[in-house]
């Protein structure tokens, strides 16, 4: 099983980014999928969710407007489309898998944002 985040970098303030988290060894599309991120010296925290078909999908109040996530069960992948960035957006993000009874991780991947 794998989870590998890509995308990540280091964008100015008011800047874009696309994360991209790539699964494989599990049955994908039967799992719930989320964006976490984790600032130093902070709790990890819920960024998104998106359903197992894509149609319904959640956010953290901080970047509702902003983020936006999407899937593609065929790729089986999963992205975050982050625009509007601000310094506050400066974490390590990670991809979540999860379903009743199984759950997935990913390494993490850094953004900062900084001028």
């Known amino acids: 099983v794998q989870l590998v985040e890509s995308g990540g970098g280091l964008v100015q303030p008011g800047g874009s980014l696309r994360l991209s988290c790539a699964a494989s060894g599990f049955t994908f599309s039967s799992y719930y999928m989320n964006w976490y991120r984790q600032a130093p010296g902070k709790e990890r925290e819920l960024v998104a969710g998106?359903?197992?078909?894509?149609?319904?999908?959640n956010y953290a109040t901080s970047v509702k407007g902003r983020f936006t996530i999407y899937r593609d069960n065929v790729k089986n992948t999963v992205y975050l489309q982050m625009n509007s960035l601000t310094l506050e957006d400066t974490a390590v993000y990670y991809c979540?898998?999860?379903?009743?009874?199984?759950?997935?991780w990913g390494q993490g991947t850094q953004v900062t944002v900084s001028s």
């Open positions: 998106i359903s197992r078909g894509g149609g319904s999908t």
């Open positions: 979540n898998a999860v379903r009743p009874g199984s759950g997935y």
